[in-house]
C-alpha cells in the first residue's frame, strides 16, 4: 500500500484557481490508478477525477473542462489543478489509489487525510 498526504487547499474566490498535490510514498506509485474525491457537508462522497498509469483520464460531468488531473511519477505525486471554481465546488478533496476496477468505489484501497477547498467571496 501507499501512504497519501494532500495539500494546497485553501480558500478562493469563485472563477479563481487552486492546485492540489498528492504526495505518496510507499512502493509502486506509478502501477495505481489515482482519484480525486470530495465530499460536501451533508453529501455522499464522490469521484470527481481519475488517472490511469497509462495516463488515461477521466471526469465527473460537473468538472469537465475546468479541472485537469496529472501525475509525475518520477515525484510520486498526483495534482489537481481547479480553475473557474464554483462555490458548490466547496468540499474536502481527498486522494485515493487503487487498482483501475477499483478506483471508483468507496471501499479498500489507500486514501488520504483530505485537504479542504473553500469557494466564497
Known amino acids: 500500500q501507499v501512504q497519501l498526504v494532500e495539500s494546497g487547499g485553501g480558500l478562493v474566490q469563485p472563477g479563481g484557481s487552486l492546485r492540489l498535490s498528492c504526495a505518496a510514498s510507499?512502493?509502486?506509485?506509478?502501477?495505481?490508478?489515482m482519484g480525486w474525491y470530495r465530499q460536501a457537508p451533508g453529501k455522499q462522497r464522490e469521484l470527481v477525477a481519475a488517472i490511469t498509469n497509462s495516463d488515461r483520464t477521466n471526469y465527473a460531468d460537473s468538472v469537465k473542462g475546468r479541472f485537469t488531473i496529472s501525475r509525475d511519477n518520477a515525484k510520486n505525486t498526483v495534482y489537481l489543478q481547479m480553475n473557474s471554481l464554483k462555490p458548490e465546488d466547496t468540499a474536502v478533496y481527498y486522494c485515493?489509489?487503487?487498482?483501475?476496477?477499483?478506483?471508483?468505489?468507496?471501499?479498500?484501497?489507500?486514501w488520504g487525510q483530505g485537504t479542504q477547498v473553500t469557494v466564497s467571496s
Open positions: 485515493k489509489a487503487d487498482s483501475p476496477l477499483s478506483i471508483a468505489t468507496m471501499k479498500g484501497g489507500s
Open positions: 510507499g512502493s509502486f506509485f506509478s502501477i495505481y490508478t
